[in-house]
């Protein structure tokens, strides 16, 4: 996303502080957002700067502090599909392939939970 051109495609674009996303066009329904507090902020801003490097991001803190809700808000924001993996030992690199493929086809995010 250069800032500089005209944009001539039906492109939107997100900007958070000096990182730039496009929009999604995904329409995930019409549910509950997340209160913004000062915490949510900086990790949407920070986020948002991973990604617009082509980063990905990995919130971390004490259990029940909000960093799926936050990373799936985020997301929600950015009309992008989040999928909540929740990680086990009996998972096996097959079961990974196969998930990964559907995350890069899709196009979509993805937040590990309970990944020890």
């Known amino acids: 996303v250069d800032g500089d051109k005209n944009n001539e495609k039906m492109e939107c674009k997100v900007c958070i502080v000096n990182s730039t996303l496009l929009y999604g066009f995904e329409?995930?329904?019409?549910?509950?957002?997340?209160v913004i507090t000062p915490l949510t902020d900086k990790c949407y801003r920070t986020l948002m700067g991973?990604?617009?490097?082509?980063?990905?991001?990995?919130?971390?803190?004490?259990?029940?502090t909000g960093k799926t809700e936050s990373?799936?808000?985020?997301?929600?924001?950015?009309?992008?599909?989040?999928?909540?993996?929740?990680?086990?030992?009996?998972?096996?690199?097959?079961?990974l392939a196969k998930f990964f493929k559907g995350l890069a086809s899709?196009?979509?995010?993805?937040?590990?939970?309970?990944?020890?």
Do not use: H
């Not at 329409?27 to 997340?34: E, H, I, Q, V």
């Not at 999928?83 to 009996?90: L, Q, R, Y």
């Not at 899709?106 to 939970?113: V, Y």
């Open 50 to 64: 991973a990604f617009a490097l082509y980063y990905g991001g990995a919130p971390e803190g004490p259990a029940g």
């Open 27 to 34: 329409y995930l329904g019409n549910t509950a957002r997340l």
């Open 106 to 116: 899709s196009g979509s995010w993805c937040c590990f939970d309970e990944f020890n």
């Open 71 to 95: 990373t799936k808000d985020l997301a929600k924001a950015l009309a992008i599909f989040c999928v909540v993996f929740n990680c086990s030992d009996s998972m096996d690199y097959l079961q």
